[in-house]
């Protein structure tokens, strides 16, 4: 299966609803199974078994919360699949560590206190802090990425998924796989930064 990073273009005002009603960010992460919220809720817990001998009946299902209101373009993912850490590397010199606002891909903003179906919760960042990105990729060139791709090191480091060393053929393209990331992370930072949103961040 493997770890996959995910980004998506959210508002403030959605990250508010997700921080305040974690499963609907499935919503945004699953949105080709309608029914990904609705079986991440939790049941009302049953009586215990004193309660039932008494009579005691389960509470009634909580009203189903209304879905995210979406706009367009909102939560439109950007599939980064497993070039995550390669392009964390470009952008911060570093496997895991570097210095924000760069550092995006694996820290900063805010993880979702939620027990979901992932091992590494998402985190969002607010609209500020997606100017603050911005910014900052405005100022780091493709070219300059490029010259910071090295293979040898990455294989030091153990960059997920360790295959930077291969020679490019006509299956492969290490460099070209990780800038493609590269372009994937900069087209939704900077649609994210002109509509005034913020992001929300999956590494899982």
């Known amino acids: 299966m493997g770890m996959y990073g995910l980004m998506a ?15 609907l960010v499935l919503q945004i992460l699953q949105f080709d199974d309608p029914d990904a919220v609705a079986r991440a809720r939790k049941p009302p817990k049953a009586p215990t078994l004193l309660g039932r001998l ?5 509470p009634p299902p909580p009203p189903p919360a ?4 979406l706009a367009e373009g909102e939560g439109r993912i950007a599939d980064l699949d497993k070039a995550w850490q ?15 606002p760069l ?3 694996l820290a900063g903003g805010v993880e979702l206190d939620y027990d979901g179906p992932w091992n590494s919760a998402p985190r969002t960042l607010t609209s500020a802090e997606t100017r603050e990105i911005a910014a900052a990729l405005a100022q780091v060139s493709d070219d300059e990425l490029r010259r910071r791709f090295d293979p040898a090191e990455m294989m030091k480091l153990e960059i997920y998924p360790e ?11 290490p460099i070209g796989y990780v800038m ?6 900069r087209e939704t930072v900077s649609e994210a930064a002109r509509r005034g949103w913020g992001l929300l961040v999956s590494v899982d």
């Open 54 to 58: 008494f009579g005691e009946k389960p």
């Open 180 to 185: 493609s990331a590269i372009a994937d992370v």
């Open 9 to 23: 273009p959210v508002s403030d005002t959605t990250i508010q609803r997700i921080h305040a009603d974690p499963p």
């Open 86 to 100: 390669a392009a964390h590397y470009l952008l911060t010199r570093s496997a895991w560590e570097g210095d924000p």
């Open 163 to 173: 295959i930077w060393d291969r020679e490019p053929d006509g299956t492969e393209d």
């Open 103 to 105: 550092n995006f891909i």
């Open 66 to 69: 209304p879905p995210l209101a």
